[in-house]
Nanobody, 128 residues
Framework: QLQLVESGGGLVQPGGSLRLSCVAS????????IGWFRQAPGKEREGVSC????????NYADSVKGRFTISRDNAKNTVYLQMNSLKPEDTAVYYC?????????????????????WGQGTQVTVSS
């Protein structure tokens, strides 16, 4: 059964860093683009970043460009989201997601509708 499990969230002060992990089971991430999304209380889900199956293409929301970095380690079946210079407005539940089909093209999108499998989420709270 295809499953995604996020970890690495927590409470951090403004300006701090966290690294989120998304571990896949039941399938090999090598052939899939992976996306990171977040949802804050009372707000709609937002696409944060994505990485293509081969890792050659990445995309970021304007709000996180220059602060967040997505990467993947296919040998570990894991995708990471390194978050630096965190701000209170980054507070949200962060989810990783995978599409229902393999992605041949070296590209990805941060549209939630393009993804079919979702993890349970990990809470990130940025507060002093």
């Amino acid at each position: 059964q295809l499953q995604l499990v996020e970890s690495g969230g927590g409470l951090v002060q403004p300006g701090g860093s966290l690294r989120l992990s998304c571990v896949a089971s039941g399938f090999t991430v090598d052939y899939y683009a992976i996306g990171w999304f977040r949802q804050a209380p009372g707000k709609e889900r937002e696409g944060v970043s994505c990485i293509s199956s081969r890792g050659g293409f990445t995309n970021y929301a304007d709000s996180v460009k220059g602060r967040f970095t997505i990467s993947r380690d296919n040998a570990k079946n894991t995708v990471y989201l390194q978050m630096n210079s965190l701000k209170p407005e980054d507070t949200a539940v962060y989810y990783c997601a995978a599409p229902g089909i393999t992605t041949v093209q070296d590209m990805c999108v941060t549209l939630g509708g393009a993804y079919d499998y979702w993890g349970q989420g990990t809470q990130v709270t940025v507060s002093s």
